[in-house]
C-alpha cells in the first residue's frame, strides 16, 4: 500500500461524515505501533511529529525518513503529517522530505498576522500539492497553559478559511492539550455550527482529554480529524515502568520499549474502533 496523504484520508472521512484519527509518534516505536495498530483495525491512520517531537530530536529528517519509510511499507493506508509546525522553515523542510501534510500552527498570533503568514504557508504547500492545516482559537494545554474557555467563532472561521485558502482548520471545542485525565465535555452544539459553517474539515486537537463517548460524539457532530498524543504516551509510559517494575535488573532495552510499543499498538487499534463504531 503507497505512502498516502492526510488530505486523502481526511477528504472522505469528512464526506462521510466520520472522524479518522492523526496519532503523535515521538520515537520509533511510536511509529510502528501506530501502524500495527492500524494495521489490526484495518484502517486507514495519519502518523504526525509534532514541531517539539523535532526539537527533541534535533532535527527533523531521521524521525521523519522513519515515518516515511514506515508509511511506505504498511498494509493499510498511512499518512505521514507535520503537526504544529512553528515557523515556515520546518514547514519547507517537511514538504522537501516527502510529507505530503503539515499543520502551521500560528494561532497565538493575533487575527490579521494568523491569516497573514498562514496564506504564504499555504501558497507555498499548495505549489508542491501539500495539505495544510491551519488553526483558529488557540486550543490550550500547551506549555502547561490550561484555557479550556476558549472557543473558535463560526463566522470568524469561515472568514479564516477564505482568506488562507487551509485546506482543514483546528478549532477550539472544548478539549486542552495534554490531559492526563479522560473528561473534557466538548461543545457539540458550537461543533455542529462550525460544520455547517465552515467549508472545510474540523480537526479535534487536545483529544487525549476526550472520553471515548465524546470521541465518538464528536465525529458525529462533524469533527473529522482526531488529533490523539497524550493518551499513546500515558500507555507507553505505563508499561514501560510495569515492565521494569517486573523484571529488576534487566537492562535490554529491547523489552521494556517492546513493552511499551505493544501496548501502545493496542491502544491505536482500540481507539481506531471506538471512531469507527
Ligand atoms: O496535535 C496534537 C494533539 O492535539 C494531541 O493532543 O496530547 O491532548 O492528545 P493530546
Ligand atoms: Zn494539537
Not at 498494509?75 to 499543520?103: I, N, W, Y
Amino acid at each position: 500500500m503507497p505512502l498516502t496523504t492526510a488530505g486523502e484520508i481526511v477528504g472522505p472521512a469528512a464526506k462521510a461524515g466520520r472522524g479518522c484519527a492523526a496519532f503523535n509518534a515521538i520515537q520509533l516505536e511510536h511509529i510502528t505501533a501506530i501502524v500495527d495498530g492500524a494495521t489490526r483495525a484495518g484502517q486507514p491512520v495519519i502518523i504526525q511529529l509534532s514541531h517539539n517531537a523535532v526539537r527533541y530530536h534535533g532535527s527533523l529528517a531521521p524521525i521523519g525518513s522513519a515515518a516515511l519509510a514506515a508509511a511506505r511499507a504498511a498494509e493499510v493506508p498511512v499518512a505521514v503529517h507535520l503537526d504544529h509546525a512553528e515557523t515556515p522553515e520546518l514547514v519547507h523542510e517537511a514538504v522537501a522530505l516527502g510529507f505530503g501534510s503539515v499543520m502551521f500552527d500560528a494561532s497565538t498570533l493575533d487575527y490579521a498576522d494568523n491569516v497573514r503568514v498562514t496564506r504564504d504557508v499555504v501558497d507555498a504547500c499548495h505549489e508542491h500539492g501539500v495539505w495544510v492545516e491551519a488553526e483558529l482559537g488557540e486550543v490550550g494545554g500547551k506549555d502547561g497553559v490550561h484555557a479550556p474557555g476558549v472557543r473558535t467563532d463560526p463566522d470568524e472561521a469561515l472568514a479564516f478559511v477564505q482568506a488562507t485558502g487551509v485546506d482543514a482548520l483546528a478549532v477550539a471545542v472544548g478539549s486542552s492539550h495534554a490531559m492526563l485525565t479522560r473528561d473534557a465535555e466538548l461543545d457539540l452544539d458550537l461543533i455542529t455550527r462550525l460544520r455547517d459553517r465552515v467549508p472545510v474539515p474540523l480537526v479535534l486537537h487536545g483529544s487525549s482529554g476526550v472520553p471515548d463517548d465524546g470521541l465518538a460524539a464528536a465525529a458525529r457532530a462533524g469533527m473529522t480529524k482526531i488529533n490523539i498524543a497524550t493518551q499513546l504516551n500515558k500507555v507507553f509510559t505505563a508499561a514501560v515502568i510495569g515492565d521494569l517494575e517486573a523484571r529488576p535488573g534487566k537492562v535490554d532495552p529491547r523489552k521494556y520499549l517492546g513493552a511499551g510499543r505493544s501496548s501502545v499498538a493496542d491502544e491505536v487499534a482500540r481507539l481506531l474502533g471506538v471512531l469507527a463504531a
